[in-house]
């Protein structure tokens, strides 16, 4: 492994900017799906042959429906379809797996489960397209029968950092209050579909916030106004616990009530006629989108929990910074990244680059030592790392699986 290490000391810039998608936007319902699923095959494939084999159903589309929300319940007229896509092994010595069911029950299930004004039965049809692995990459992740380590499928880049400005943890805050299970049961009329926007100019953070409102629970649009307000007001809460920033809160900023104009659903989500989704064009692991951060294009969700450095090496990556700065005195910031090699072991990545923001007066001689040991620590075991997405202890963005 070739390693690089450069310090330097931490500047705040005069803007900054950074985003969550919640539960229900359509973008994180194609992420948690294609997680969820791979986490359930993996369980699948442990349970029946003691070790997870090949897979990787990382592919997701969701094609919004149509629908006539209304005060006090309107009707969906046509429904949204999932298309679940991947590569997964189907047959072993002669057995079939139930790998299509599996993508219909983890999908019904996921949406019963965290929508809760749509019907996964009548609002949501599911197609499975998953097919079988390709003969080399199978035979790559089946080597290690004979050799006793992963190793990488892919060439593919991932990467961390930490820890979370005021900001990010602000937008990761207001998302998660609004979504909150004691939230949604004083405000059923609140959808899980929620997006936050954060802009900070100075000292203050614009917070700009949408949140689909769930027609069946408001009579009219003053019940509606006072829902957007509870939004309002949830969100300044959550993220005044989290920063000491000016907050400029805005919900729902395309209303134009006078003309009744305003962001209504039926099922909570915009996903049920306004809105499409995709697999991996939302949060990355750390669950928030940080264009001022070090990010990569890879779409973790989905991808196997051992060969597949895209998730693997993002996770390893994030774990690492914030071990670097809980751990080492100095460290106020870190930036990781780790370059696989298609056919090297997991814990060999061909390149790690680490990045310290230091406090005044720190030398970076004396932390290299120490950097270098816990990103060793995280890739040594790395073999274990599916352990702890199965039993949740590890997840990808958070989301609820």
Known sequence: MEWY??????????????????????????????????????????????????????????????????????????????????????EVRGETLPVDELVQQVTRDWLGENLHALDPERDVRVHSLIRPGSADLTELFLRRESGGVWYANDT???????????????????????????????????????????????????????????????????????????????????????????????????????????????????????DDGEAGRGNRVNGLITPYRPMTMESVAGKNPVTHVGKVYNLIASRAAEAMVREVDGIEGAEVYLVSQIGRPVPDPQAAHVRLSLADGTAAAGLEAEARRILNAELEASPDLWRLLLDGTVACDRWPL
């Open 156 to 274: 593919s880049v991932g990467v961390g950092f930490a820890p979370l400005s005021a900001v990010e943890r602000a937008v990761d805050a207001a998302e998660r209050r609004v979504n909150a299970p004691d939230f949604k049961a004083a405000h059923p009329e609140t959808g899980e579909d929620v997006k936050v926007m954060g802009v900070r100019r100075g000292d203050t953070l614009h917070l700009t916030v949408g949140c689909a409102m769930v027609d069946r629970d408001l009579a009219d649009l003053d019940a509606y106004l006072a829902a957007r307000e509870a939004v309002a007001e949830a969100v300044r809460e959550a993220a005044a616990a989290v920063t000491d920033l000016e907050l400029d809160v805005a919900v729902n900023a395309a209303d134009v009530p006078e003309h009744e104009s305003i962001y209504l659903t039926t099922t909570g989500t915009s996903a049920e006629a306004g």
């Open 5 to 90: 290490l450069d310090a330097r000391p931490a500047a705040p810039g005069a803007v900054e900017i950074a985003e969550r998608k919640g539960t229900g936007h359509p973008d994180t319902i194609c992420d948690a799906l294609t997680e969820r699923l791979s986490l359930e095959l993996s369980r699948l494939y442990e349970e029946r042959f003691g070790t997870i084999l090949h897979h990787n159903v990382d592919k997701a589309l969701l094609w919004g429906g149509a629908a006539e929300p209304a005060f006090g319940g309107g009707r969906v007229t046509a429904p949204m379809e999932i298309y679940l896509a991947g590569r997964a092994t189907r």
